[in-house]
């Protein structure tokens, strides 16, 4: 089963509009990180929130962490056609062995010129 | 890009073949990991591993092994191919800090 479940599934919008997606997570965490892929291509890294932070920007990019309701969401400003893509957030277990990361089930992203 | 090369890139193979997949790190880090991606599914954990010859099962083990004899490689084994591991699979790597990954650009494996 997924720790992670993202929402909406998809989202469409206009070019210089924001975009916004949600995660909601079942367990403790040490941190939530978001990724972004690309048709055909692997998983970046965009960003990590710490389980004791709240807020983190990172250029257009903003992220929320709200661990009393187990979700966070990611905030994209100023969407460009470039920013088309899925989005998965993953969590990292408090006390998973292996360093590992759960996925969530994504969030496509359709960004219209 | 994290020095992470996955081959072979694209294969179709028979069922009931044995199927090799060879993730290569220049990274020199410590965890690599396997995941398959399929549609409803997002990326689930096959098998990982936490230094040479140390590997553990992930979610979606069955029917799948792994090797690790050196740091920079990790082997993914499908011993006998079935249609359901027809997937898009992906090798990850980590230094541990903090838990951030970093993907290879996958294997899309048909299994015909």
């Known amino acids: 089963s997924q720790q992670g479940e993202e929402d909406p599934q998809a989202l469409s919008i206009q070019e210089g509009e924001n975009a916004t997606m949600n995660c909601s997570y079942k367990?403790?965490?040490?941190?939530l990180q978001w990724y972004r892929q690309n048709s055909g291509r692997g998983l970046v890294h965009l960003i990590l929130i710490r389980s004791n932070e709240r807020e983190k920007h990172s250029g257009r990019l903003r992220v929320t962490l709200d661990t009393s309701k187990k979700s966070s969401s990611l905030l994209i400003t100023a969407s460009r056609a470039a920013d088309t893509a899925s989005y998965f957030c993953a969590t990292a277990p408090l006390r998973a062995a292996g360093n590992k990361l759960t996925f969530g089930g994504g969030t496509r992203v359709l960004v219209k010129p | 890009d994290a020095g992470i090369t996955q081959s072979p890139r694209h294969k179709v193979t028979e069922t009931g073949t044995p199927v090799t997949l060879r993730c290569h790190q220049t990274?020199?880090?410590?965890?690599m990991y396997w995941y398959r991606q399929d549609p409803g599914h997002g990326l689930r954990l096959i098998h990982y591993?936490?230094?040479?010859?140390?590997?553990d099962k992930g979610e979606v083990s069955d029917g799948y092994s792994v090797s690790r004899s050196k740091t920079e490689d990790f082997l993914l084994t499908l011993e006998s191919a079935t249609s359901s591991q027809t997937s898009v699979y992906f090798c990850?790597?980590?230094?541990?800090?903090?838990?951030?990954?970093?993907f290879g650009e996958g294997s899309w494996l048909t299994v015909v």
């Open positions: 990850a790597i980590s230094d541990g800090q903090l838990n951030t990954i970093y």
């Open positions: 591993s936490y230094g040479v010859k140390d590997t």
């Open positions: 367990t403790s965490i040490n941190n």
């Open positions: 990274e020199n880090h410590r965890y």
